[in-house]
């Protein structure tokens, strides 16, 4: 049986820092403020360098560019959060800013990560049926199209959280915990469990089968190159990896947690458990924001043709670029041909 003990909070500004269930805050005070301005500093430029190639390609009837863009604005939104949370956990969870501010930060980390798991998984369906099904569901191909999806994906992942927000976090002006309860309340427990199932589990069986029919599919096409295979493929194989090793540990942790918490009767001991392998797990999970440029655009030859035409200080010698823009540039025209 849940306790009943409430989420007690106080600040002491020399050393104790905030207190609920017994948990030292000290613990994530370092590792996470470290974590989150390393992604900072470097996703910030590296996103909007991304998105400046990938707006010129929105010109053409290529749908990919527009899903990629979504992904990278949600890491945006992520990323421009992420001071506000340095100083959260470098002050051992004391939030400063007031309640609102708190539930607006919120609901931009929750919103930015799930909306861009939805957006992988458009990706990983755009890719299947561009190889797959290259002459059939051409509605899926046309720009219109990919713009109502963007929006849909968009209402979609934003209108739940933040109607639970307001029930689940209601703002309190003396609660120094952001985003935070201890121990966690039953109703918290069954929304985050089945967010876990909808937002991840779900996820990652539609995007594995996509990338094995995905594969065989590829194989079975003879008009590639054999160069231009193993690009692809290693695209597809990345997207997977990406989405496992970077989004499963904090949602395994997160299944393990609240799974653990329904089963022990010691609520807060088990919460001190798992505080330090969830928060840990948490910080990953913004990895997503340095990732998200280099798989889905640097990796794709378009961008990297219009990367060194509009950024000559990425690319080498003259006489290399023009020779592997040459190299993009047909390997490009293969690309094509499977999202006409």
């Not at 996703?43 to 009837?61: C, D, T, V």
């Not at 861009?116 to 046309?142: D, S």
């Not at 199209?145 to 309190?172: D, E, G, H, R, Y």
């Amino acid at each position: 049986m849940m306790e009943s003990t409430s989420n007690i909070s106080s600040y002491d500004g020399h050393m104790t820092g905030v207190v609920a269930c017994g948990i030292d805050f000290r613990q994530d005070s370092v590792f996470l403020p470290v974590l989150y301005s390393i992604f900072f500093i470097i996703g910030m430029p590296l996103n909007l360098m991304a998105l400046f190639g990938l707006y010129r390609l929105i010109k053409s009837e290529n749908v990919l560019p527009m899903y990629v863009i979504n992904l990278l604005i949600a890491d945006l939104i992520q990323l421009l959060s992420m001071p506000l949370w340095i100083d959260y956990y470098s002050s051992e969870h004391y939030w400063r800013f007031g309640p609102e501010a708190c539930q607006a930060m919120g609901l931009c980390f929750y919103i930015s990560i799930y909306t861009g798991i939805f957006f992988m998984c458009i990706i990983a369906l755009e890719r299947h049926l561009a190889i797959a099904h290259p002459h059939r569901f051409q509605q899926f191909h046309q720009l219109k199209f990919a713009w109502w999806m963007s929006l849909s994906i968009w209402v979609l992942i934003t209108l739940p959280p933040s109607i639970a927000f307001n029930k689940l976090f209601p703002k309190q002006i003396n609660d120094t915990l952001c985003i935070e309860k201890y121990p966690s309340e039953q109703n918290f427990i069954v929304y985050r469990l089945i967010i876990l199932a909808l937002s991840f589990i779900i996820p990652l069986c539609f995007i594995a089968g996509l990338h094995w029919q995905t594969l065989r599919s590829l194989m079975a096409i003879n008009s590639f190159l054999s160069e231009e295979k193993r690009r692809i493929k290693g695209l597809l194989t990345l997207l997977v990896a990406i989405f496992v090793t970077v989004l499963g540990p904090y949602h395994f942790i997160g299944c393990v947690k609240y799974l653990g918490l329904l089963a022990h009767s010691q609520s807060c001991d088990w919460e001190k458990a798992v505080f330090v392998p969830y928060q840990l797990s948490r910080g990953l999970l913004s990895l997503n924001s340095l990732l998200d440029p280099v798989l889905y655009t640097f990796l794709r030859t378009d961008f990297r043709v219009t990367a060194r035409r509009y950024l000559p200080c990425l690319s080498g010698s003259e006489g290399s670029r023009h020779s592997a823009c040459g190299t993009s540039e047909l390997t490009e025209r293969g690309t094509s041909s499977t999202q006409d």
